[in-house]
């Protein structure tokens, strides 16, 4: 029952490097999505992906990238690291069903100093 | 994007009901309301949806008012497991079809006493 499995749980970055934040389902989802939560605030939307190929922009994508290569795996990648993006960011995954609840990974705490 | 209003906070005690509000005044006829919590250093898990009718799952209800423009989350007995961020969400529906996107909210810190 590993569901969606987010790593590493934990990262501090220094101004200007580059990570890559890894996210697996093995639900057999199509639908992926990967937010960022600031201290005291809700989700916010980075990208989303309907499938292997297709990723589209959510509500604050500036300054990261995805790509999707297998149903399975969804890695978000910061190129460019910044103060700014200092947060929790959280996987999810869903069926294609509508209406299907998403299901969310145990999120990376990310810090750049 | 229909927005919900929820409270910040709410306090109750153990072994009593909850009753979580969430105004959505502007839900279109399409909408679903859904209902995530999100527990302390945790992601958020899914609760209850619904469209018009009440509905009833292991974890809580969920009553929707007639012109559902409101809609309350019910914990029947509340545990100090239930302490959370509950959030009240109305599902996105973009034109081209449907990709079963969230948008949050802040969201009603709920605690539960002893």
């Known amino acids: 029952n590993a569901g969606v499995t987010q790593t590493p749980k934990f990262r501090i970055l220094k101004i200007g490097q580059s990570m890559t934040l890894q996210c697996a389902q093995d639900m057999n989802h199509n639908y992926m999505y990967w937010y960022r939560q600031d201290p005291g605030m809700g989700l916010k939307l980075i990208y989303y992906s309907v499938g292997a190929g297709i990723t589209d922009k959510g509500e604050v994508p500036n300054g990261y990238n995805v790509s999707r290569s297998t149903t399975e795996d969804f890695p978000l990648r910061l190129e460019l690291a910044a103060p700014s993006q200092t947060s929790v960011y959280f996987c999810a995954s869903s069926s294609v069903t509508v209406n299907q609840p998403q299901h969310f990974g145990d999120g990376t705490r990310l810090s750049i100093l | ?114």
């Not at chain 2, 005690?13 to 250093?41: A, F, K, M």
């Not at chain 2, 079809?97 to 002893?114: C, D, E, H, S, W």
Request: aromatic content about 6%; glycine content about 6%.
């Open chain 2, 1 to 114: 994007d229909a927005k919900t209003t929820q409270p910040n906070s709410m306090e109750s005690n153990e072994e009593e009901p909850v009753h979580l509000p969430c105004n959505h005044s502007t839900i279109s006829g399409t909408d679903y309301i859904h209902w995530y919590r999100q527990l302390p250093s945790q992601g958020p898990e899914y609760v209850i949806h619904g469209l018009t009718s009440n509905v009833n799952n292991r974890m809580a209800s969920l009553a929707i008012a007639e012109d559902r423009k409101s809609s309350t989350l019910i914990l029947h007995r509340a545990t100090l497991r239930d302490a959370a961020v509950y959030y009240c969400i109305l599902r996105d529906h973009p034109s081209g079809g449907a990709t079963n996107k969230l948008i949050f909210g802040t969201g009603t810190l709920l605690a539960v006493q002893p």
